[in-house]
């Protein structure tokens, strides 16, 4: 007997549905970007709202060159600054390093990555990267991916300067980010980038060349290990089913499709990123921390 006393198919049915609906709410996905207004969400959110999960400039490609030039072992302890929707967390975690701590500033995004935590070595906090709290010298690797591009000079700076003192002496340091070629672009046309960026993401976007970006590791004392660019094809076809794969694309299209708020924004991204081709890039750097 049911516990409302009613023994009734339909009422049965009623039961069953309400279980249904109650174990569906407490399984569904919160994604960073929930609740915002489509033409007011950040645009790495409202793709990831689309249901894109690969959200580097440079793709699964570039974050693979990253993660084999930091040469992450069983007895390294890792730190990802910002790590979004735990895409490269995930293949960091099957690399076995001895302990792994991601600092992210969204609360749904940490409740994300922490989904995919196990034991004491593993934890999600909730903070910023430029002052995650973390002990001096405690990690042998940190790393982040399309975050620096978004800070101010003042921020970038110090949250590299937060790796370094995070770092043990020889550890290493990797990011991924958006860069402008080519190095003696020109003032104009770098500001013309910044702001269109910007507009379309509704985030500041604050990119620097390839050798702006190794200056500020240099200027840390890091020393440049490994580096490699590839285009900045972030939401180009192609692209995308190479790292969403084609059930993901066909996902992402679809959620698209009936959204055309989302579309209109989209389309806008990427007409951005296809006018400045020629001086976009998506950049990896590796370097060690010195004496």
Avoid at 2 to 20: A, D, W, Y
Avoid at 49 to 61: A, D, H, I, S, T
């Amino acid at each position: 007997m049911s516990h409302c006393g009613c023994v009734t198919p339909g009422c049965r049915l009623t039961i069953r549905e309400e279980k249904r609906k109650k174990l569906m709410s407490e399984h569904e996905e919160i994604l960073p970007g929930h609740g915002l207004h489509v033409e007011k969400m950040p645009g790495h959110w409202l793709l990831a709202q689309m249901g894109k999960r690969v959200l580097r400039p440079g793709g699964l490609e570039l974050t693979r060159r990253m993660l084999d030039a930091l040469t992450i072992g069983p007895t390294d302890r890792v730190v990802e600054f910002a790590p979004g929707l735990g895409v490269t967390a995930q293949l960091v975690l099957a690399k076995s390093p001895s302990a792994y701590t991601a600092v992210e500033a969204d609360d749904a995004a940490a409740k994300r990555v922490q989904s995919y935590l196990k034991g004491d070595n593993q934890r999600c906090v909730v903070g910023q990267a430029e002052r995650s709290g973390l002990p001096d010298s405690s990690a042998t690797v940190v790393y982040c991916e399309a975050m620096l591009s978004m800070k101010t000079p003042e921020n970038k700076a110090r949250i590299i300067q937060e790796a370094k003192r995070v770092l043990a002496r020889g550890g290493r340091c990797g990011i991924h980010e958006l860069s402008l070629v080519p190095d003696d672009i020109d003032h104009a046309t770098r500001d013309a980038i910044n702001r269109a960026l910007s507009q379309s993401i509704h985030v500041g976007v604050r990119p620097l060349t390839v050798s702006e970006w190794k200056a500020l590791l240099q200027g840390e004392g890091f020393i440049i290990k490994a580096q490699a660019t590839t285009p900045m094809h972030l939401l180009e076809p192609s692209q995308m089913i190479r790292n969403e794969g084609l059930a993901g694309m066909a996902r992402i299209a679809w959620n698209v499709l009936r959204n055309p708020a989302a579309r209109q924004r989209i389309h806008t991204m990427r007409r951005v990123f296809r006018q400045y081709d020629r001086n976009l890039a998506a950049l990896m750097l590796v370097a060690e921390k010195g004496n």
